[in-house]
């Protein structure tokens, strides 16, 4: 059953241009409607999916560091009480650099915050100004030895192949960024989202991408970096040292079961697949009604929990086992990955075959979408 | 029955767009064949695809009453022919139907192309030659300049031409009055043996096989006993009748009249274009002259996109079949493209036709694979096998190299004829395709120029070709000339070094070249990129003549994928799949469909 919770909290701000998750800007929040309506939302989790003490508590968002301190307290406390919490427990909170949030960090460390997971995406003023980033770099970079001294762990994202960018450019910035002393990294490169401000702009030739060469370079450059600095990236876009990962991300690509609550969260519980509403309003009137704030939940069979299991698996540098997923999941191996296909891409160099497992390659890392369509048979895709 | 001197049997020659089923319409209205309200729009053609593209697929009759100045009332029968060279042996049949033709001119475009085959085939037939000159009231009407050229062109006296607008009502009881004055009278013996010419015939799902006959001697009537004398079976005619445009029964028709049979005959196939139908008791011993066995000169493969298709394209191809018989198919199986049909027209405009009645009509999504033409290959003997002369429609089945003595193929004559400017654009397009010139006359801002090319040439891109270097002025027409010997290679396609049988196909030696890398080019735009680089090589034999290569694909990867949201990653992974079910597997490459219809389509995108 379920050891790792995220909680959505879905309010920012502002809109970023290139944001395509699930986040509004509201004038006011009723934090206690709030605070009543994601208790709410966790009993009735905790009712279907508990036995287990949580490992990993993750808040995402919208941008949790918005959030009262009181209210994630409260919250912790309510898990722990309705879970237990495993000794060393990981919580993350996503926070936004600014100078107004990184004032409550103290106060969210003493709620039970352990690890920042900060929204830094540049170093570089011009670069945060085209994301529409509200913070600039000496504001992000003094949140982040804020957050630093406030938390034993502390990751930040950035986001890179922006137009124009050179890999001498990012170089730099990446050196920077390395140099403080970070034990974790989320890079990213940036992609145009449907349904987005920049898909846009894209679209009415305000800028035009970085195109797929030039950033295939930069993924390649941004993994020797990191790998040189001993935070080599252990999934598709991020890095750490060893056993700095983010254990609650890895859940999810290990497959494993995670309880989501919160406007738009997912969940895996036992073979079902949980999605909330995602409109803010929708859920609260959900919980109003329903006690919880469900708005879709699904058996998934097992062909397409493989498949899953598969795509989620191998954005891992670890890959996955194959022999495991056959036994969990009770597909024969070569019903999960089609073996023709596997020998001739090992051969390419772009997968490997190591043991029980079956790992992306370096050269395969940056086309692992469309490896997926080669190695995925069709049957285990559900149409 | 009519007495012979009041029958006037005759046709309308034009060129498309110049009025021919306007004209048509309005005689009928004129006449009285149907009310204003029960006018549609061109009654003649009656398939969509014959409206939309103004052009005449089925021969058609229409008798029509009509009581001339003379104070007598005729029979006038308006034969409406097929509309193109495809259908030349058709043509030639309605045209020894008639005694004459109208020869619709339009008075702004002047003569084309189309018109003077169709002219000259009036011409031999004996026809007396009506000129009209229609849309004289559009502001760019030259009913002058049009009357020179057809007296230059043409060499018809065209002094008394009738001036007319169809669409206007103009002209039209000086066109019947001319009908009736200038066309001659049919000849024929009413008591001589039975013997009628077979003009067309179709399929309805009411009557069965409908037969549209010219009676020359003698008399068809129903419950008699008739015999198909190419044909060789025997039937009881149980309908007789004609059409005005309504349908009507009759009990009789005479010598020179025009007019349609049943006889519970099911399948057009043994109701053949030409054939000479004869009383079973007292018949007569000679059949019409003029009888052919038409036979198809282009071929192409039919395939259906979605493979669960095949069963509903066989049954739709024998749907139509039973309705045209020119048209041959047989099973075909091509590794890229599945099950399908080889299939054989009498020209292009057959093909697209046939193609878009299948889309249409029997809502068929196809791929067309290349249309390629009839090559005679004379073979030596091997040691296992015989020396042979074989018929090759299908590159895929090129005999080995070593065994052919001599490869042949189709030659047309064209004639092209074009406002002068786009002239030196025009002779150079046939000359690279391998055009020898015979014939080049000016006459006003025009030329006609006349090339003969090989049809595998033509087949390729060349209308569209034509079509585009000239804006769309010239015109194009072609007869067929026989075979020719011609230095021909098999251009195979290799795609990642694996030979695409779909792609392959039967050039000249010398454009090969340029062929091959045309194609090259094409794929390379048309194959998406894939996990590793792709080579695309065209090849004679085993030698490479022009070479692409696709380069690997560079990053295709969802940078960010955590909150647990798998339902987007999901989604482009059943994208992906759905995508891939469209493509054709060549070994590790994906071909899209999309590929092979563009790559293999005549003409350019």
Known sequence: ?383 | MTELSQIRNFSIIAHIDHGKSTLADRLIQFTGGLTDREMSEQVLDNMDIERERGITIKAQTVRLSYTAKDGVTYELNLMDTPGHVDFAYEVSRSLAACEGALLVVDAAQGVEAQTLANVYQSIEHDHEIVPVINKIDLPAAEPEKVRAEIEDIIGIDASEAVLASAKSGIGIAEVLEAVVQKIPAPKGDREAPLKAMLVDSWYDPYLGVVILVRVIDGVIKKGLQVKFMQGGTQHLIDRVGCFTPKRIELPELGPGEIGFITAQIKEVEQAKVGDTITTVKGGATEALPGYKEVQPVVFCGLFPVDAADFEKLRESIGKLRLNDASFSFEMESSAALGFGFRCGFLGLLHLEIIQERLTREYDLDLITTAPSVVYRIQLRASKTEDAQEIFLHNPADYPDPSRIETIEEPWIKATIYTPDEYLGSILKLCQDRRGIQTDLTYVGGRAQVSYELPLNEVVFDFYDRLKSISRGYASFDYEQIGMREGDLVKMGIMVNGDPVDALSMIVHRSVAEERGRHMCERLKDLIPRHLFKIPIQAAIGGKVIARETISAMRKDVTAKCYGGDITRKKKLLEKQKKGKAKMREYGNVSIPQEAFIAALRMGEE
């Not at chain 1, 206690?32 to 905790?46: F, G, N, P, T, V």
């Not at chain 1, 999916?49 to 968002?61: D, K, M, P, T």
């Not at chain 1, 001498?168 to 989320?186: C, D, I, K, P, V």
């Open chain 1, 1 to 383: 059953m379920a050891r790792a919770l995220y909680i959505h909290w879905p309010f920012c701000l502002a809109k970023c241009p290139y944001c395509d998750f699930n986040s509004h800007v509201r004038d006011r929040i009723d934090v206690e409607i709030w605070r009543k309506s994601l208790h709410c939302d966790l009993r009735h989790e905790a009712e279907l999916a508990s036995g287990e003490r949580l490992e990993s508590i993750f808040f995402g968002g919208g941008t949790p560091s918005l959030m009262a301190p009181e209210l994630v307290s409260t919250l912790l406390e309510e898990a722990e009480r309705l879970w237990g919490f495993a000794p060393g427990i990981e919580i993350t909170l996503e926070a936004n650099p600014s100078s107004v949030e990184a004032s409550k960090f103290k106060d969210l460390a003493a709620a039970g915050v352990n690890r920042v997971s900060l929204g830094l995406q540049s170093l570089d003023d011009d670069a945060l100004r085209f994301l529409g980033r509200l913070h600039d770099s000496s504001e992000g970079l003094s949140a982040l030895s804020t957050a630093q001294n406030a938390f034993s762990r502390v990751t930040f994202d950035l986001i890179y192949a922006l137009p124009g960018q050179t890999p001498e450019q990012w170089q730099r910035m990446l050196e920077r960024a390395l140099s403080f002393g970070t034990s974790h990294l989320s890079l990213y490169q940036l992609t145009i989202e449907p349904g987005t401000r920049f898909a846009t702009m894209v679209r009415q030739g305000n800028f035009t991408p970085l195109d797929d060469d030039a950033a295939a370079d930069l993924f390649t450059l941004t993994r020797e970096i990191t790998a040189a600095a001993g935070l080599p990236a252990y999934e598709i876009s991020n890095h750490a040292r060893p056993r700095e990962e983010s254990r609650h991300n890895l859940t999810y690509w290990r497959y494993g079961d995670y309880v989501g609550i919160g406007p738009g969260a997912h969940g895996r519980r036992g073979g079902k697949a949980t999605v909330r509403h995602k409109k803010p309003e929708n859920w609260l009137s959900a919980i109003e009604s329903q006690g919880h704030g469900i708005a879709e939940e699904r058996v998934l069979g097992l062909n397409e929990q493989a498949s899953e299991a598969l795509l989620m698996g191998l954005r891992l540098a670890e890959g996955i086992d194959l022999q495991a997923l056959s036994a969990r999941f009770g597909i024969a191996p070569d019903a999960l990955v089609d073996q023709a296909r596997l020998n001739f891409y090992s051969a390419q160099g772009l997968v490997k075959k190591q043991g029980p497992r079956i790992i992306v390659t370096e050269a395969g890392m940056p086309l692992l979408d469309a490896l997926l369509g080669e190695l995925v048979p069709a049957d285990l895709v559900t149409a």
